[in-house]
């Protein structure tokens, strides 16, 4: 995987494929880019795929100092790698923790964005109680490093009927989750300390496909739903029978979803 050092931070990513508008796949917590890899072998013969993983995760750095991790510095140095690829318009895809990332790259860079797919996320920010939970977490990594965390979360990133018939990919998914104590205590004060993008999301003026698992239960279908009616001409895919990593419970649902905005986006697509 080639890499690129951003204001003193070294990040992998992946650039594959070729085409006009690039597609940009940002990852949920606590995997890395290679959780795309499906998304990536449906695109890349047709489209350019660009996939980092964040700072904090995969072959990326993760500092120690949590004062390095923020959405803000995802999104930018997102923007970064895009300019040391000669990119300038995207469309843009995060899940769930890349979707946070996704927000704070439209409101900082949204002139680069040419279609948005926000997939098992939210908007708006943590809850007090979800924010006590993260910091729960942060001192259970500091204390015993990250095996129960994967463990636990596991049980919530996946549906149950990924859990009860799909055990290939459990162990996909526990494999695609050894990202480093730093880079996950990092993430975790990241996401306590990220805005509320709630408001930002009647301003999204490209296309917008909002996804999400029928069985996802930590950013369920109804908070989807809300997510939709706040987007002009946002488009609802509920994916039947998967939980929170839709991409890698049902790819092929999720594949076409992508590949749609992505024809939408080409000259003559019906966006311009
Ligand atoms: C994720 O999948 O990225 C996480 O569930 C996000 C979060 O903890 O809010």
């Not at 508008?21 to 072998?41: C, D, N, S, Y």
């Not at 300038?88 to 860079?109: D, E, I, N, P």
């Not at 706040?230 to 790819?251: D, F, M, R």
Request: hydrophobic share 45%.
């Amino acid at each position: 995987m080639p890499e690129v050092t951003i204001d003193g931070a070294r990040l992998h990513y992946l650039d594959e494929g070729s085409g006009e508008v690039p597609v940009v796949l940002l990852h949920a917590f606590p995997l890395r880019g290679a959780m795309w890899a499906p998304q990536v072998t449906a695109l890349a013969p047709s489209t350019r795929v660009v996939v980092p993983d964040l700072l904090g995760f995969g072959g990326s750095d993760a500092p120690d100092d949590l004062g390095a991790y923020a959405v803000e510095v995802w999104a930018d140095q997102v923007a970064a790698l895009l300019d040391h690829l000669g990119i300038k318009r995207v469309t843009l895809a995060g899940l769930s923790m890349g979707g946070y990332a996704a927000l704070s790259f439209l409101r900082r860079h949204g002139q680069r964005l040419a279609a948005l797919v926000l997939a098992d996320t939210r908007a708006s920010g943590d809850s007090p109680e979800a924010a006590q939970r993260r910091r729960d977490q942060i001192d259970q990594v500091r204390r015993t490093g990250t095996a129960e965390l994967t463990e636990t979360m596991l049980g919530g990133l996946l549906g149950h009927h990924t859990h009860q018939y799909r055990p290939e990919v459990v162990a996909t998914t526990r494999s695609l989750m050894d990202s480093s104590p730093a880079g996950i205590v990092g993430a975790l004060d990241a996401m306590i300390r990220r805005p509320d993008a709630t408001a930002d999301l009647a301003g999204i003026d490209v296309p917008t496909v909002i996804v999400v698992g029928d069985e996802d239960v930590l950013s369920p279908p109804d908070v989807a739903r809300s997510m939709q009616e706040a987007v002009s001409g946002a488009e609802l895919v509920v994916i039947p029978s998967a939980g929170h990593l839709t991409n890698l419970e049902a790819p092929e649902y999720f594949n076409q979803a992508l590949v749609e905005v992505v024809a939408r986006c080409r000259p003559g697509g019906g966006h311009h």
